[in-house]
């Protein structure tokens, strides 16, 4: 059993790996045996703004130890299921009902609300693990003529309701087999994997390419999306995902090369060259179709040498968020390249994070207080440089030049160490939080510079309409001509009807305040309802014909993405 | 009347403004009264390799100085000709066949070679200078209820028969009056303007953004093809161009925020998040669609700051044509940034660009002698860095480096001056070397690094055997992952069956060794017949369905795109 933060309060943590077969072991973020606890500080600040005091942190509740009965009857004829068991064997078909809510159910505080009330809603009939693209080919061809859904799970992180699968069907879970690298060319700086390799499998091939692939450099795919260690390369793509280090290495969406598709009309691989003029591109139609399309198979990547020893670690202290976002503007727009990492924080999120590294109490405040940086004011900015060594060393060199321009103090590269710390393994503190009834959710919206401030502002004041709420923002993928904001909202338990109302109050707040919906975590089911009014209806109806020319009969995730 | 460059041999090249109404005046280059001769070092190459002697320069032949003659037919009812009158005005309409000759016909060889024989064929029947938007969206609504075909005329510069207009209809020429910008946003750093913008008026606009715009800054577009003087920002769009410098600043594709679009089902404006993840990108689904699914009528595009003061210029030579390619890929593949702009020649590209230079019989070539870079073998590299000044001295100091490492020797920036003096001026020689019977033509494509060495030989080969004739080849746009080549053969007259049959083989030739249609020229209906070859059925089918959807009676260049 490892825990990462031992808290020094007397509070009894649920640190006990999940029973088996139980809820608590759907919901649990990451490894059975990881568990995280917030620092004295955040608790303080949580105790604090949600107005609670140790009382509540005596009773947990709601644990979900509970098992999950077997009694959802299959939906699938028998004769169906005996098809689809020998086509990927007896070893990777299940229709249990316990395999049927694990892999209908994602990361969303939604989804974790239902599973610690027991409820099993939902789920698909059958869950499949198929041994290779062979086994998609046949699958797709039964369930297209058969009219039984498909849906496909990567890594299981949804925080979108990605997985839901309200018409039952079938799930075809991609990392258990189809995990293996495809093929891998140094000479076009490419690797090709199968859609369901996950993150730290795919990063440790590439950081070890001259051990493994006997290739003449290291690798990085730079791809760090918080949910790295369990999301798979092919899940990144189907929901536009992006890494920490996006600023400098892409999106997701920039990141891939060529994918292979099996859809319900057709199986093909999208052509390989990184640019050309011979029409409208259906390697990019097809990115951030959701599971909509077909099953994506495999994927040719670009990739980047592995260049750590070159990292350039920064931090600075600004007196308010317009000037952080001023500076970042400019850093976004001054043509010398992008940093890998680079984070903004709202004052409420800043002062949350001194706590949680541990600096309010601190040396390190004292200088804040005597540069007149005051809490509920001051800003942190986060970032590294990468690539080349004078490339860095200059990305360094003029983000410190524009920060100092906008009166940021430099600090030292310490609070970007604490947050390496806690770069993955920060949802873990979500479950502990979650056992005493303290909600935590996040939303996050892409938005050009200029909506930028409106957007924030009424975003941030709907959230602390709110009782005892606290809303900590950051923005941390950079474009010159915008940014996301990220949202991250802790408020104390209620119904789950209510909580859901002010959730998708801050989503609709965020489309009115021309926001998108999603910067990175897709759309899933959560933003779905939206999606009509945020693009138009013209723009939704070349959705909806793409949808009917890849699967006409609508099993690919039906109702994902509103199709 | 201006000539670029007076030739020291006694030919009479044929320097005089084209006749009001005549062929020539459509087929000819650029402005009326520029002109450009060969230089004597190129002509001299010209005559060496086929074959030819100052005699065949005696004599031009087939000048196109005849009128075209009013004699074709409308094919469209007197009724609804008016109608479409009335919406333009009459200014704005033109039924004659001169004008509607000249709007159907782009700058292929092909388009000339026609021409010079005063061949009508596959034009449209009305010619309308739209005055605006409310214009296009009668305009397109009337024609698809009517069923009549539309075509879509930017700056006229089509190299791929992207104008021509089989089924006849209206011709919409964008760049008479739909040229103004629709708005700045300094912020954003994007511009928004009408689709028929052309590149000097549109680069102008974001120089002089202090003086016109009261920005606080200079911009540029960093969109710089050949054709800059001659094509609109519209056509970048749809055909996927890559401008000069493309190899920093990104393909037209990449520049584009957000699409204006006139389709015969609807009218929409997609949305201008720089990096969003809700679903398959609409804006991405319209870029390279050549006319055939809606009338582009504004677009935002992402622009730069402008800072002409931080470019480095290099030129190097090499031994030979392996190790160049290997420079450049290990400049697109370290991580510092990329150069603006990166050029390599093959060795007979080279030794034609050091006689065109004026560099074959000067110190310069005894300097090569010395080096024992060799013609025939030898290999010129050129290009600069641009962007902030640190960052693109850096790039210019790994470029050097890595240059070194592959035995290039550093020359000059000289012939990079020869080379930007004659960039967007070039394509004038074309007309004085036709009127003498030499034939010019190019070909490009898109493709991995793998597969260059093999696609090079390969194509190669093919052009050279044909009997006398040039190819000269370069790369001038790179990735991490490949680049483009550029194949510009110089071949003596011969019918126009023969000379096509050759074309078509090179292109059959680049796609069967794994080129692309195009890297940045787009398909038109010159590679249109390839194109299902190339991307497959089931990849086509995708295209045919979006097809449909925006444009179900098949009015929007019909035929185009193999649609």
Same sequence: chains 1, 2.
């Avoid at 290495?249 to 009309?265: K, N, R, W």
């Avoid at 609070?415 to 710390?421: E, H, L, N, S, T």
Wanted: with cysteine; charged share 25%; proline share 4%.
């Amino acid at each position: 059993m490892k825990t990462k933060q031992k808290s020094k309060l007397s509070y009894k943590w649920m640190d006990k790996v999940p029973e088996k077969g139980s809820f608590r072991s759907i919901f649990k973020w990451g490894k059975g045996d990881e568990f995280k606890h917030p620092s004295q500080g955040f608790l303080q600040v949580i105790k604090q703004e949600l107005n609670l005091t140790d009382s509540n942190f005596k009773t947990a509740e709601k644990l979900g130890n509970e098992k999950v009965a077997n009694d959802k009857p299959v939906n699938i004829s028998s004769k169906i299921a005996e098809q689809l068991k020998k086509i990927v064997g007896q070893d990777n078909f299940f229709c249990d009902t316990y395999h049927r809510l694990k892999y209908s159910k994602g990361k969303s505080m939604e989804d974790i609300l239902y599973l610690r009330e027991n409820i099993v809603d939902k789920i698909s009939d059958l869950v499949l693990h198929p041994k290779d693209k062979a086994d998609v080919l046949k699958i797709v061809a039964l369930c297209h003529q058969k009219k039984i859904p498909i849906h496909v799970y990567g890594g299981g992180s949804s925080v979108t309701l990605g997985l839901d699968s309200p018409k039952g069907g079938v799930t075809l879970v991609m990392s258990t087999h189809m995990n293996q690298m495809i093929d891998f060319c140094e000479e076009n700086q490419t690797i090709t994997v199968q859609a369901g390799m996950l993150g730290p499998d795919y990063e440790e091939l590439l950081n070890l390419a001259p051990e493994i692939l006997d290739a003449g450099h290291r690798y990085t795919g730079g791809h760090f999306p918080q949910s790295f260690e369990h999301s798979t390369v092919g899940g990144w793509i189907v929901t536009l995902g992006s890494g920490q280090a996006s600023s400098y290495f892409g999106d997701a969406y920039d990141l891939v090369i060529s994918q292979e598709y099996v859809t319900p009309t057709g199986h093909f691989t999208t052509l390989d060259y990184p640019g050309t003029a011979t029409g409208p591109k259906v390697n990019d139609i097809l990115k951030g179709s959701e599971g909509c399309f077909g099953v994506l198979v495999g994927v040719t990547m670009k990739i980047f040498k592995y260049l750590p020893e070159n990292t350039k670690e920064f931090t600075f202290m600004f007196s308010d968020f317009e000037s952080t976002v001023k500076a970042a503007k400019a850093i976004s727009q001054s043509e010398f390249g992008m940093p890998s990492i680079l984070r903004i924080s709202d004052p409420e999120e800043t002062d949350v994070a001194l706590k949680m590294f541990g600096l309010s109490d601190s040396f390190f405040a004292r200088f804040m207080g005597f540069k007149k940086l005051k809490p509920g004011q001051r800003c942190l900015m986060m970032g590294q440089a990468d690539g080349e060594k004078k490339f860095a060393k200059n990305v360094h060199h003029q983000i410190k030049k524009i920060c100092k321009q906008h009166n940021g103090i430099y600090l030292s590269g310490y609070p970007m160490k604490k947050w390496r710390k806690g770069r993955f393994s920060d949802p873990y503190m979500r479950d502990a939080l979650n056992d005493y009834g303290v909600l935590i959710d996040t939303l996050e919206t892409a938005v050009t510079w200029e909506n930028l401030s409106e957007l924030y502002e009424n975003v941030r004041a709907y959230i602390k309409k709110q009782p005892n709420t606290i809303c900590m923002t950051h923005a941390s993928h950079f474009y010159a001509q915008g940014t996301n904001l990220y949202f991250i909202f802790i408020t104390p338990a209620d119904t789950i009807e209510t909580f859901k109302k002010f959730q998708r109050g801050i989503i609709a707040s965020i489309e009115k305040n021309k926001g998108s919906l999603s910067h990175h975590h897709g759309i899933g089911r959560m933003m779905a309802p939206f999606l009509e009014t945020h693009l138009g209806k013209e723009q939704m109806d070349v959705l909806r014909t793409l949808k009917i020319h890849f699967d006409p009969h609508n099993i690919m995730n039906p109702g994902g993405l509103g199709l």
